[in-house]
């Protein structure tokens, strides 16, 4: 029992044993089992948290207002955050796989190497660079580049944050601070309007930017704009003047509401745009009133070429739009400040400001001028240091009394300079009243009118004195004879009244020169001055006229003695020190009372007698007689005959003398010759007319109708087949004087069609030796045109070789008076054949007028003479006439055999 009992014990045991083996097995496996569970539940936590982290990490980055970008080595971008494809634009896919160097230039992937740390600028700040959009707009986005481990080696990780409005701010500010310089520095309106304008423009992208105020006057002046189509504004404006300015539309409601209007898609096509706004092409404009003390003082108007400005910008835009109306407002007062204060301080009078005492507080610039004190000098003291003392007391008392009653005081006062001078001033006192009524200052203007008195002693002097000679002119010398008359009339006495020409004097100032010409001029002067003691006046009444008055008068024969010893003293050599020279002289009397009883008939009746002697070949010295009224009565009445004539254009006719050639016989040329045929006289002789129309200036229009009928029937013989001639045509002293003389005939032979080489002009040697250098330049302007040019009449005036060779011309015309007596033996025909020689060793070619006999024609064919004119040969006949000699070959046959001398049985 026991072994049995040992061995069911043992077996209990044993069993025992493997149960608690088993069982401790059951139980640690169980514990572990637990904390495998545990474990299990603990990493599920760890994942749900680790998820829920994620999506919050994720939740921040997508939510977050920077931009994010993940990059490859290379810098192509792997992954961006919405923020990132906002700011630049793109949505996400388009970004993966993207350079960012094509979305930001200035990027390099090689800055995640720099300092082992996120990329800065050099003052430690973020880098700011410039992101292009897509639709080509450009935006400001700050920087920074860190390292990033990816799963093929190393990235990097890219922040980028929206500049814009930090930028915008920022440039506000700088605008403010710019308006804020601008003031300070007192920059004029037009130069703050335009900085602000382009700095405005660019920070808001807008294609135009215009400030316009409003001018005291009510109309509008733009002072700036900016942009990129500012040009455009400006070629598309319009000055506004006020009547033109309509409160209507954005603009006029912004000027009258004092509120910002917009224009949103705008048709900038539209009839109805603004004038501006179709000149730039916007589609949506801002216009913003500026204000300034509660009023609307101007506009500030934006255009866009799309859209208009979101509302912040809107908003920062207003405010500053009050800014600038307030700107503007203390720019125009410091403006208008500046300019008084420039004015006073350079106004040309002197002015002195004193306080209610008479201190001298402020100076001018003029008054130290004038003064000769300096501000220092003057300053706190009072104006008494002016004082020259010529001035009575009384006239200061007064003053005083004047001007402190509030009262402005005028007078005229003698002061003395610094340096003891005096000088003479036109003097305004004005007192300043506060509010209370009370004098607080005197404002002093004193315009020195020393110079000015001196320059009317010198104008009064000019009026009645001639400056060469220091004789009276003929304003004075009027005046002496109205005295004179007055007088002769009391004591029933007479005068005689001479009016002096000197007798080709213009020749000195032609050869010698105006100085030479004004020497003789003074010793003339001197000379009749001294020989004419009993004469009560001696004047220079024109360049080369003297005139006299000798009072006392009983004869005819006392004047005319003293006009001979004037004639003789006047003739006398005067030495201008290289030569003598001789002039003569020509005098006309007229005698009170039987040729005038009042100044002006006297003077007018004497000229008129000086005119008769002028012209007179047998005496220098000419009374005035009451034929010569009626000679002048005549020549008025031609005078608004032939104005008539020019006029009606009936009564005038154009004539035409053929030249013929001496070696071919045939003509070669024809001269125009006017014809006058009046109603009631009859025909009227050029020699009686011409001269009429000079002296009345209606040569200029006689001359044109001459020279345009000649062109025009030249015209008509070539279109009927007619050769080629020299159409001449004669110019007169007055017109060749005229302006404008060679753009007249050229256009006259554009007209008809004219060759200029076939246009011949005539010009008398008188005529040319008038103003020598002056003929000259005509002369060559007028070859220069191609036209032909020949001297008329050469031998019969003064002529000077050194200038005739200097005269372009292409003919010579022997005078008829030579011509006429060639065949008679005297001195005509050697001044005939000299003329010929002359003519041919220059190299011109002559013509002999006024051959009216074989005789002359055969001398002038042996002198070797190469054209003739004259009534031999042909007489001035009408176009049509002369027309029919042309075209006639055998009479053209019969002339050529005459000229050219030979019979008709030889021909």
Wanted: hydrophobic share 40%; aromatic share 6%; net charge negative.
């Amino acid at each position: 029992m026991t072994t049995a009992y040992l061995n069911l014990l043992g077996g209990l045991l044993a069993a025992g044993v493997v149960l608690a083996v088993l069982f401790t097995i059951l139980s640690v496996f169980n514990r572990h089992r637990r904390q495998i569970d545990i474990q299990l539940r603990e990493a599920e936590l760890d994942v749900d948290k680790a998820r829920m982290e994620s999506a919050h990490f994720r939740s921040l980055i997508e939510g977050m207002a920077d931009g994010l970008l993940s990059l490859d080595g290379e810098g192509r971008i792997l992954s961006a955050n919405p923020a990132a494809s906002r700011i630049l634009g793109r949505l996400p896919e388009t970004l993966a796989r993207s350079p960012l160097r094509a979305l930001i230039p200035e990027f390099d992937p090689s800055w995640r190497y720099e300092s082992g740390a996120a990329k800065r600028s050099k003052d430690g700040a973020d880098l700011v660079v410039v992101a292009h959009l897509p639709n080509g707009v450009t935006m400001p986005v700050s920087l920074t580049v860190t390292p990033l481990a990816i799963e093929n080696g190393e990235g990097m990780l890219v922040t980028l944050r929206d500049r814009r409005e930090q930028t915008v701010g920022e440039e506000m500010d700088g605008i403010s601070r710019a308006i804020d310089t601008h003031l300070l520095l007192g920059t004029h309106l037009e130069g703050v309007a335009a900085e602000i304008c382009d700095r405005i423009a660019k920070l808001f992208d807008a294609s135009v930017v215009s400030m316009t105020v409003l001018e005291p006057s009510g109309g509008e002046r733009m002072v700036g704009s900016g942009g990129p189509l500012a040009g455009e504004l400006i070629q598309s404006l319009e000055p506004v003047q006020a009547d033109d300015r309509v409160a209507v539309g954005p603009l006029g409601m912004a000027r009258k509401l004092g509120r910002a209007q917009a224009m949103e898609q705008v048709d900038p096509l539209a009839e109805a745009a603004p004038p501006w706004v179709r000149a730039c092409g916007c589609h949506s404009v801002l216009y913003l009133p500026l204000w300034a003390e509660n009023t609307v003082s101007g506009v500030l108007a934006l255009g866009f070429e799309s859209a208009t400005l979101p509302p912040a910008a809107r908003r920062r835009l207003e405010v500053l739009a009050n800014r600038l109306g307030a700107a503007l407002r203390t720019i125009r007062d410091q403006a208008r400040l500046r300019l008084q204060s420039t004015a006073m301080g350079a106004a040309a009078n002197a002015i002195f400001i004193t306080d209610a005492e008479g201190h001298i507080e402020w100076v001018n610039t003029a008054f130290t001028r004038l003064s000769g004190f300096s501000a220092e000098e003057v300053l706190g003291r009072t104006p008494n240091l002016l004082k020259s003392g010529e001035q009575l007391q009384e006239v200061y008392t007064e003053l005083w009394s004047v001007i402190q009653r509030g009262r402005v005081w005028r007078g005229e006062l003698t002061e003395r300079r610094k340096d003891g001078r005096t000088y003479v001033v036109d003097q305004t006192i004005t007192p300043i009243v506060d509010d209370s009524g009370q004098v607080t200052h005197y404002v002093a203007v004193h315009e020195d009118v020393t110079a000015r008195k001196k320059a009317e002693e010198r104008v009064r002097y000019l009026s009645n004195y001639d400056t060469l000679t220091r004789l009276p002119n003929r304003v004075l010398f009027r005046d002496r004879l109205y005295q004179a008359v007055v007088q002769a009339r009391r004591s029933h006495a007479g005068i005689a009244v001479m009016f002096i020409d000197l007798d080709h004097f213009s020749r000195v100032n032609d050869t010698l020169g105006h100085a030479a010409g004004d020497q003789m001029l003074m010793t003339i002067a001197s000379r009749i001055n001294a020989a004419a003691e009993e004469a009560d006046t001696v004047a220079r009444v024109g360049g080369d006229e003297f005139a006299l008055i000798q009072t006392g008068v009983t004869s005819a024969e006392t004047a005319s003695a003293l006009a001979r010893r004037l004639i003789e003293v006047i003739q006398t050599p005067v030495d201008l020190g290289s030569q003598e020279v001789r002039v003569g002289a020509n005098v006309g009397i007229a005698i009170y009372p039987q040729d005038g009883t009042d100044p002006d008939n006297l003077m007018k009746n004497a000229d008129m007698a000086m005119y008769r002697a002028i012209k007179s070949e047998d005496d220098n010295c000419s009374f005035f007689s009451t034929e010569m009224n009626a000679e002048a009565a005549v020549r008025l009445g031609l005078e608004g005959d032939l104005r008539r004539a020019l006029d009606n254009g009936k009564e005038l006719h154009v004539h035409y003398q053929l030249q013929y050639g001496l070696e071919a016989g045939v003509p070669v040329g024809a001269e125009a010759l006017v014809r006058w045929n009046h109603p009631e006289l009859g025909p009227i002789p050029p020699g009686r007319f011409i001269p009429v129309a000079e002296d009345s200036g209606l040569i200029h229009d006689l001359g044109d109708w001459v020279l345009d009928q000649a062109l025009a029937e030249y015209a008509r013989w070539r279109a009927e087949g007619a050769g080629r001639l020299t159409m001449a045509v004669n110019i007169s002293a007055v017109q060749f004087r005229q302006k404008g003389l060679v753009e007249r005939v050229t256009a006259l032979l554009a007209e008809h069609g004219v060759d200029p080489q076939d246009l011949e002009m005539e010009l008398t040697e008188s005529m040319l030796m008038q103003d020598a250098q002056q003929a000259v330049n005509l002369l060559t302007d007028l070859s220069k045109a191609g036209i032909r040019l020949a001297i008329d009449d050469f031998g019969t005036g003064y002529s000077s070789l050194s200038y005739l060779k200097q005269f372009r011309v292409d003919k010579l015309k022997v005078d008829q008076s030579f011509v006429r007596h060639v065949t008679d033996g005297g001195n005509d025909a050697v001044i005939a054949r000299a003329i010929i020689n002359l003519g041919h060793s220059l190299g011109l070619e002559v013509i002999a007028e006024g051959v009216e006999t074989e005789d002359q024609l055969a001398y002038m064919r042996t002198e070797g003479c190469d054209v003739i004119q004259g009534f031999l040969l042909a007489t001035p006949e009408p176009g049509d006439k002369v027309l029919s000699v042309l075209l006639d070959t055998p009479a053209r046959v019969e002339k050529a055999r005459r000229v050219r001398g030979a019979t008709p049985a030889e021909g």
